[in-house]
Each structure stands twice: as C-alpha cells, then as structure tokens.
C-alpha cells in the first residue's frame, strides 16, 4: 500500500504512544468528510463500537468528538465485536462505521478500523484520500449543525438476530465450549450458539479491559484444547479480540484451522447449490492440503493476496459465496460484508448437527501439508526474489517437489526480510527446501 498510516487492516498502533486521541480524532474528522455524503436533506450518520480494551474507552471518546465536530450524528454502540459494526452500518443506513480494535494483538494496542456506507471496508484509494485529508483545514459547523450523540442500547441485539436469522438447523445436542478471549464477544459469543440451541461452557468471557488476548482466544488454543476434553465437549470454538476470526477444536482436542473450517463449509455450499459457481477464495498462504481437497471435490479455488480485504475484494468483483484465510477469517458475502467469527461458528457448528459427524471427521477431507516458514534478513528484499540465482533455486525445489509441496516467496510488507513458505510431504524434507533457498536468497542480497 501507497499509505503510511493505514495498514493492512485500518491505523493500529501502541494506543496513547503511536495511536493518540489527537491522531484518533483527527482520523475521525477526515473520515466523515470523505465517506459521509452530504445532502441538503440529512446529516451524516457514523456508527462507533469498540472492543473492550482500557484504551477503547479514550479513543472512543476522540473519535465520538472528532465526528461530532465534522458534523456527523453518531450512534454508538460500545462493546461489539466488529463484524457487528459492519453490519449495524449497512441496516441502519449509515454513511460510515468506525471499530475501536487491535483485533488479536495485544493490550496495549489498538487500532481504527473504517467502513463505508453499506458496510464495507475502505479500497486504498478511499483510504489515502482519508490520510490526506488528516490535520487539513476545514470549515466547522456551529450551533445546530454540530452533531449529535445517541446511544444505540440495542445494536447487540439487532445483530444477534441478524445472526440467528441466518441458519435454520438447531444446535440441540451439541455441548459447544468457546473462548472469547476475554474481547468484543464475550457475552454476546455464547448466548449466540446458546439461543440456536447449543449447550454452552464459555471460558476467557470476563474482560476487565486488561485481559484482553491474553494467553487466550484464537492466536493460543491451548485453554480451549484443554477445555475441550475435560467438559467432553463436541466442539471448542475460539475467537479473537474482536471476534471476526473464528477458529475450532475438536472433540479430541486437535485443532481445526481456517482452511478447514473453509473445506467444511465449501463442501456443504456445494451440496446445498449455495456455492457460486463451485469456487472458493482464499490467500496464498492456505495449506496446500486445502488446494487438493477442493481439486478432489470439484472445486475451484481462487487465490489472493495475504489479507481478508484481498479476499473480499475478489469475493465482491465475482459475485462468489465463500472465502477466507488460514487465519480463521472467513466471509459469507450473503450474510456480512467482512470476516465474522460468531457467523462463521454457527455455521460450522450447524454442519456439524445436520450431518451428525464429528468436527474431526468433517475436518479431515483437508490433509495439512507440514508447512515451514523461514524469514531471510536481506539488503533489498525486491531484488533478492526476483534475483535469477534464487529463481533457478525455486524452480529446481518445485521440480523435486512436484505435486506433493509448494514454494512461496513473499517480500516483507514492513521490513527488508523475505519470507520463504515451503510446504511438503514431510517436514523434514520442508525444512531441507526451506534452508536451501533461505540460504541463496541470503547470498543473492546479503543484509
């Protein structure tokens, strides 16, 4: 991306240090100014959530401010998780929705994440011109024309009935346990998969504002893996801080990734005549394993760029149902306009009580490649992929690969390092690749 303040996923940084009230409202003031349609006849409307991270509560209040002095009415829903946002956004009608979150990261963290009208995040065009327009000078609205404050008491509501609204199997029978990470979804996660008939333990579902991510939810499995087998549950499902990723656990405690989780669903699509035109999107970094599975099943799969906002641009430009990422990011575009974890584990869960299998079972129709990753310190990382000795190197791994692995070499979005991604029939042979190559990019461009 051509933009500095924006990254991959909105403007996050360490809040109060990178992330100030200052920047938070200046973001807030230029953001209503390029999303928010003006006409004679209305005034702009901005939702605003956040998760419940300590400093939500600050950046919330600049945000508020920022929006109020553009002139923008604000509806504020407080602790939701961000598909939420999205989608209050497009029922309510409004111009623009702001989400207060780091999403997985740590506490200290935090972060601005933008969506236009109807629910959508922002193309990078939208986003410079957002950036541009930060700290410039602009006429303020006085007297009546300042914006107005409202809360929304029943924005969790309405979107938990969105999400209800969108399977028709009952999870009775089901014992389901879920970890919310102690983020956006704490109360709202379970009483999801509760009133669609689950039974339901929820661990990390206490936030206090610090505890968020912490050593729980879906970047560290283990409490649920552990969970899991002492309730004797039939399914764990993890979520992040603001709850738009959604991995899984299975009765046994092994883990169920996002391209998995994407498996399971693209094969009941399928079955369902859901699946536009039998095709599912996912990043460059989904498993190979994913690749023969859906091959094996007659399904196309369509790769982007590492980022779920790659995957739903190319969701929305072919009108396709299904995509995600390894990560546990997964978009249905009939139910939401972003990744939604909560929407993505009803469904999962609903598969597993309509075929009555168990999540290790239905699972298994991927069978993960063992994946290695080694990062390459380099003086130029552009020069060191394209480097002719390094592209050989690639094309005689691949060679002796075949079928069976992959070869990923990826520049570092931030920083002068190659990332080399090798997958394989064993890891000891993923390793040997990997060392290989790592070694001649490192000769081709030494730091």
Same mark, same amino acid.
């Given at each position: ?246 991995? !899984? $656990? #299975?009765?046994?405690?092994?883990? &169920? ?5 994407? %498996?399971?669903? =693209?094969? @009941?699509?399928? /079955? ?104 390459? !310190? $380099? #003086?130029?990382?552009?020069?060191? &992929? ?5 592209? %050989?190197?690639? =094309?005689? @791994?691949?060679? /002796? ?47």
């Amino acid at each position: 991306m051509g933009s500095r303040l924006f990254g991959t996923d909105g403007v996050r940084g360490r809040a109060n240090a990178d992330l100030t009230p200052e920047l938070a409202l200046g973001v807030a003031v230029a953001a209503a100014h390029v999303l928010a349609e003006r006409d004679a006849t209305r005034r702009p409307v901005a939702v605003v959530g956040r998760d419940p991270r300590a400093s939500g509560e600050m950046l919330e209040a600049a945000v508020v401010a920022g929006l109020a002095s553009a002139g923008a009415d604000v509806l504020r829903a407080g602790v939701v998780p961000t598909p939420a946002v999205a989608h209050l956004v497009a029922e309510t009608g409004a111009d623009l929705g702001v989400m207060l979150s780091a999403s997985h990261n740590p506490m200290p963290d935090n972060g601005i994440k933008l969506f236009a009208s109807g629910g959508h995040k922002l193309p990078d065009d939208v986003e410079d011109a957002i950036e541009s327009a930060v700290g410039k000078p602009w006429d303020r609205p006085t007297g009546a024309d300042i914006g107005r404050v409202h809360d929304f008491p029943d924005a969790a509501e309405k979107y938990l009935a969105h999400l209800l609204g969108t399977i028709s199997q009952p999870l009775s029978g089901l014992r389901v346990v879920v970890d919310c990470a102690n983020g956006a979804a704490s109360t709202l996660a379970p009483e999801a998969y509760r009133r669609a008939g689950a039974e339901v333990i929820a661990i990390n579902a206490e936030p206090d504002g610090l505890n968020i991510n912490d050593r729980c939810g879906s970047t560290y499995l283990e409490p649920l893996r552990e969970a899991v087998v002492a309730h004797q549950a039939d399914v764990g499902i993890a979520h992040d801080g603001d709850a738009d990723r959604c991995l !899984a $656990v #299975a009765a046994d405690g092994s883990d &169920v990734d996002g391209d998995q989780i994407m %498996a399971v669903l =693209a094969l @009941a699509a399928k /079955e369902a005549g859901t699946l536009t035109n039998n095709t599912l999107v996912a990043t460059v970094m989904s498993n190979l394993g994913l690749h023969h599975a859906m091959r094996d099943h007659g399904i196309s799969l369509i790769t982007t760029a590492v980022g779920d906002r790659y995957v739903l641009d190319e969701l929305r430009a072919k009108g396709l149902a299904l995509g995600g990422e390894q990560s546990g990011h997964v978009v249905m575009p009939a139910y939401a306009t972003t990744g939604d974890g909560i929407l993505t584990a009803l469904h999962l869960l609903a598969q597993v009580a309509a075929t009555g299998r168990p999540l290790a079972e239905l699972a298994s129709v991927v069978r993960r490649l063992p994946q290695v990753l080694v990062n390459v !310190a $380099v #003086a130029d990382k552009r020069a060191a &992929v394209s480097a002719p000795e390094v592209v %050989a190197a690639v =094309a005689e @791994a691949e060679a /002796e690969l075949g079928d069976s692995g992959r070869i990923l070499l990826r520049p570092s979005g931030t920083e002068q390092l190659v990332r080399v991604m090798v997958e394989a029939a064993t890891e000891d042979q993923a390793n040997a690749v990997a060392g290989r190559i790592a070694e001649t990019v490192s000769a081709a461009s030494p730091a």
